[in-house]
């Protein structure tokens, strides 16, 4: 079955740190992975995706994520955090084969950048 | 242009009535996912649509749920009968490209069913 896992519930880091948020995945087939980052009651915002290539992904908002088969990962990070950046983010996968466009949600990280 | 939109922001229902949520896709995409989140979990689909067909409902629950996406008009995704446990935000998406692909679906902002 194809899952997706986040760890971490919340990750807490000082604005300025680098920040690091988790998710490793199961699906059969090559995968298609994404992030998406929710602000309080809004829909969700694409940050990223890995379809094939580059390992290393960027995206939006200075984000970006690495693909790594061998541990079947997709961390996301970024250099430098901001306290806007707080807010909760989710990791998605799509399977490569089929016809179905749904997504596979991760639980959603939140993260907290303190001044 | 124009985001994924989504009718009404809040619903409120009592048990037994009929609850209609709509999703109009961004200018351009032809393909609309259905999502729901409940309090405290992530997103979970529900319904993948292009215009007329429903191509994969394996998220939908057997009874109460339907979806459809007419040629003319939005995305209407309905729960007949609603019960306190649809109490939710549900979420819609759409995308530009074939199912086959990586193209990235684009969120509405959401509906949030409140079911008393």
């Known amino acids: 079955a194809q899952s997706v896992a986040q760890p971490e519930d919340q990750v807490n880091v000082a604005e300025g740190n680098p920040l690091t948020v988790k998710c490793t995945y199961s699906v059969s087939g090559n995968p298609y992975l994404f992030w998406y980052v929710q602000y309080p009651n809004r829909g969700l915002q694409f940050l990223l995706k890995?379809?094939?290539?580059?390992?290393l992904v960027k995206g939006s908002y200075g984000f970006e994520a690495e693909f790594n088969k061998s541990q079947t990962s997709f961390h996301l990070k970024k250099p430098s955090a901001l306290v806007s950046d707080s807010a909760l983010y989710f990791c998605?996968?799509?399977?490569?084969?089929?016809?179905?466009?749904?997504?596979?949600f991760g639980q959603g990280t939140t993260l907290q950048v303190k001044p | 242009n124009a985001g994924v939109m989504q009718n009404p922001r809040h619903l409120v229902r009592r048990r037994g009535q009929e609850a209609r949520l709509r999703c109009s896709p961004m200018?351009?995409?032809?393909?609309v996912y259905w999502y729901r989140q409940l309090p405290e979990e992530g997103l979970k689909f529900m319904v993948y649509?292009?215009?007329?067909?429903?191509?994969?409902e394996s998220g939908m629950p057997k009874e109460r749920f339907s979806a459809e996406f007419p040629k003319e008009g939005p995305s209407i995704l309905r729960i007949q009968q609603v019960v306190r446990g649809d109490s939710a935000a549900y979420f819609c998406?759409?995308?530009?490209?074939?199912?086959?692909?990586?193209?990235?679906?684009?969120f509405g902002p959401g509906t949030r069913l409140t079911v008393l």
């Open positions: 649509l292009q215009k007329e067909n429903i191509i994969d």
């Open positions: 890995y379809i094939t290539g580059d390992n």
């Open positions: 998406a759409s995308s530009f490209g074939l199912a086959g692909g990586g193209d990235e679906q684009f």
């Open positions: 200018k351009g995409h032809s393909h």
């Open positions: 998605a996968v799509r399977a490569y084969s089929g016809n179905t466009g749904k997504l596979i």
